[in-house]
């Protein structure tokens, strides 16, 4: 091959890299200017007894909108971000009720709500109405959401001065009253990685710890047993983010608090009471109460019979003046009547109003409102102390975005611990109607605040959804540690939850904001590269070897003609 040909070739190769390079600059342009990265936690997705709840996928890759985006706007490709704060419940309704396409929701939490924060400043900000406001919107969105079957992503972010600023930027855009598209340009939002997969066979974990009471000498009989109960776990839309310090971390640090009290009682046989005392710390809560269930099956027959009452701990820490005790078997049953006595006694001592609640249980129904009516089920006495005065709703109130350590009142759990190791002593030691103090403060039995108070922070930091706690998980394992300081025989269930539901894993994500160009800017920089690129190799071609060299690399070549045989 002669050299010309070779420098030709050579010169052509050149042309097509160049080229090559322009296009892969311009593919590039997009994805080049990132303006941030934030962490989101994603709408929960279940399903119950097969039907699909929740959001259905996880991926994003849409340009961001806001609320400030005209009416009758395309939002198909669009992820619409909505502070708390401004959220329009109204609008979010339509949203969902008519299916109208999105491309995705991002809600802004404000910073209070985030655990991980440390910042005193982030809660200061705000007043006390302004608080219950809050608490009541995401009470309301949280409803929402829960039982809507939803087919794009929603995820929840904090507010901090990064996603502020793009915010910001996206309303401005918005309100000129064109939504950002590909020819616009704006910000894009990505979630990359895989679809969300079900949890195959999750784990539910029971925790239970006996205090054993004192016989007299030559007594074969078993001991009475009075069982103190509170369920763990949480459920809410996001996983993540669901650490229920109400409910229930005002019943587990109640029960560990009322567990250690009594240690000290027991520890002494002068002070032992001649009732068996079982503290259990049940999983599947927000399941319909699925693990206290499998927890009472595991009984035999003679231990459910020793039982004299049960009392289950449930959302203690929010009440101002009035608790609500509700049962299943009717007011005038004499153990709920000497319960409800025993309560009613030393909660006007200590200035509480306490109210009973009856709710008859239909066993023809699995659906239970209360932890206490699986004990009903067994024909077990048993009541729940809470400061809710009707039932939730399967999945509502069970530890969700509104319930935070904000919203938790620490001398409303004191008092309540007051209430019921008051009540249960002197059930104990035969000391009903008697004004009788055995916990009172500045005594050796006082109730332990900074105990409380410590556990309330690990609890209101620790997300607690049944399925994302393994069996060794260190949350489980450090409740177990705990119960083993002030109990004995102290035994961990594990079982595996009721298969009516299904829950998909993928609750936490990081989010990449991209500032991009629009298309328009992207064929202009195009063009621009183009035009240098091809003048500067017409200019080095005709400085080297001459105008005509140019000329022939784009004069077509002769034909060859086959002469024929």
């Known amino acids: 091959m002669s050299s010309g040909k070779q420098r030709e070739r050579q010169m052509l190769e050149s042309i097509y890299s160049m080229i090559a390079l322009?296009?892969?600059?311009?593919?590039?342009?997009?994805?080049?200017?990132?303006?941030?990265?934030?962490?989101?936690?994603?709408?929960?997705?279940?399903?119950?007894?097969?039907?699909?709840?929740?959001?259905?996928?996880?991926?994003?890759?849409?340009?961001a909108g806001s609320l400030h985006l005209p009416p009758g706007v395309d939002l198909s490709r669009t992820v619409v971000i909505i502070p708390v704060h401004e959220l329009n419940i109204t609008l979010v309704k339509e949203f969902i009720a008519q299916r109208k396409p999105l491309g995705g929701l991002l809600f802004l939490l404000p910073q209070m709500l985030n655990f991980e924060?440390?910042?005193?400043?982030?809660?200061?900000?705000?007043?006390?109405?302004?608080?219950?406001?809050?608490?009541?919107?995401?009470?309301?969105?949280?409803?929402?959401?829960?039982?809507?079957?939803?087919?794009?992503?929603?995820?929840?972010?904090f507010e901090d001065d990064d996603i502020d600023a793009v915010l910001a930027d996206v309303k401005r855009n918005d309100?000129?009253?064109?939504?950002?598209?590909?020819?616009?340009?704006?910000?894009?939002?990505?979630?990359?990685?895989?679809?969300?997969?079900?949890?195959?066979?999750?784990?539910?974990?029971?925790?239970?710890?006996?205090?054993?009471?004192?016989?007299?000498?030559?007594?074969?009989?078993?001991?009475?047993?009075?069982?103190?109960?509170?369920?763990?776990?949480?459920?809410?839309?996001?996983?993540?983010l669901s650490v229920g310090s109400d409910s229930n971390g005002s019943g587990i640090v109640a029960l560990l608090e009322i567990a250690r009290l009594f240690s000290l009682l027991y520890s002494n046989p002068k002070t032992r009471g001649r009732y068996n005392l079982l503290f259990g710390l049940t999983s599947g809560g927000p399941y319909n109460y699925n693990g206290t269930h499998k927890w009472l099956r595991s009984f035999d027959q003679r231990l459910r019979e020793s039982i004299d009452y049960a009392i289950c701990l449930n959302s203690i820490g929010s009440w101002?003046?009035?608790?609500?005790?509700?049962v299943s078997k009717p007011p005038e049953n004499a153990f709920i009547?000497?319960?409800?006595?025993?309560?009613?006694?030393?909660?006007?001592?200590?200035?509480?109003?306490?109210g009973l609640k009856h709710k008859k249980i239909n066993i023809s129904n699995p659906r239970v409102a209360w932890e206490h009516e699986q004990f009903s089920r067994l024909r077990v006495t048993a009541a729940t102390l809470t400061?809710?005065?009707?039932?939730?709703?399967?999945?509502?109130?069970?530890?969700?975005?509104?319930?935070?350590?904000?919203?938790?009142?620490?001398?409303?759990?004191?008092?309540?611990?007051?209430?019921?190791?008051?009540?249960?002593a002197r059930h104990v030691y035969g000391y009903q109607g008697k004004?009788?103090?055995?916990?009172?403060?500045?005594?050796?039995?006082?109730?332990?605040?900074?105990?409380?108070?410590?556990?309330?922070?690990?609890l209101s930091q620790t997300p607690r959804v049944a399925p994302f706690l393994?069996?060794?998980?260190?949350?489980?394992?450090?409740?177990?540690?705990?119960?083993?300081?002030?109990?004995?025989?102290?035994?961990?269930?594990?079982?595996?939850?009721?298969?009516?539901?299904t829950i998909y894993d993928l609750t936490k994500a990081k989010l990449n904001i991209y500032q991009v160009a629009s298309v328009t800017f992207d064929l202009l920089l195009l063009l621009v590269l183009g035009s240098y690129l091809i003048t500067l190799f017409t200019f080095l071609v005709i400085t080297t070897r001459g105008l005509d060299d140019l000329i022939s690399l784009f004069r077509r070549p002769p034909s060859r003609k086959v002469k024929a045989v």
């Not at 929960?44 to 007894?49: A, K, L, R």
């Not at 200061?124 to 939803?150: D, G």
């Not at 489980?476 to 002030?486: D, P, R, S, T, Y």
Request: proline content about 6%; charged content about 20%; aromatic content about 8%.
């Open 435 to 458: 004004n009788i103090q055995i916990f009172a403060d500045d005594t050796s039995l006082a109730v332990n605040a900074p105990y409380i108070r410590s556990w309330l922070d690990i």
């Open 175 to 240: 309100a000129s009253g064109q939504p950002a598209t590909a020819t616009t340009g704006s910000y894009k939002l990505v979630v990359s990685g895989p679809e969300p997969k079900r949890i195959a066979s999750p784990t539910i974990t029971n925790i239970q710890g006996w205090l054993p009471g004192l016989k007299a000498d030559g007594d074969l009989n078993q001991l009475p047993t009075i069982a103190v109960v509170a369920s763990y776990d949480t459920f809410g839309t996001a996983p993540a």
């Open 22 to 63: 322009v296009f892969i600059l311009v593919t590039c342009i997009e994805l080049c200017d990132a303006a941030t990265v934030v962490d989101v936690y994603r709408l929960i997705q279940y399903d119950i007894s097969g039907a699909p709840l929740g959001s259905r996928f996880a991926t994003l890759n849409h340009h």
């Open 117 to 157: 924060n440390r910042d005193p400043t982030s809660e200061s900000k705000y007043q006390i109405h302004e608080k219950k406001l809050i608490k009541n919107v995401l009470v309301e969105l949280e409803r929402l959401l829960i039982y809507a079957n939803i087919p794009y992503p929603v995820y929840f972010a």
């Open 320 to 326: 101002d003046n009035k608790l609500w005790i509700h």
């Open 387 to 424: 400061e809710l005065s009707a039932p939730p709703e399967l999945l509502e109130s069970t530890g969700g975005l509104s319930d935070s350590r904000h919203f938790v009142n620490e001398d409303a759990i004191v008092r309540s611990i007051k209430l019921v190791a008051e009540s249960i």
């Open 337 to 354: 009547k000497q319960i409800f006595e025993g309560f009613s006694t030393v909660a006007e001592e200590l200035g509480i109003e306490v």
């Open 470 to 501: 393994s069996k060794n998980d260190p949350f489980v394992m450090a409740l177990k540690k705990e119960l083993q300081a002030h109990t004995h025989e102290v035994n961990v269930q594990h079982e595996v939850l009721d298969e009516m539901f």
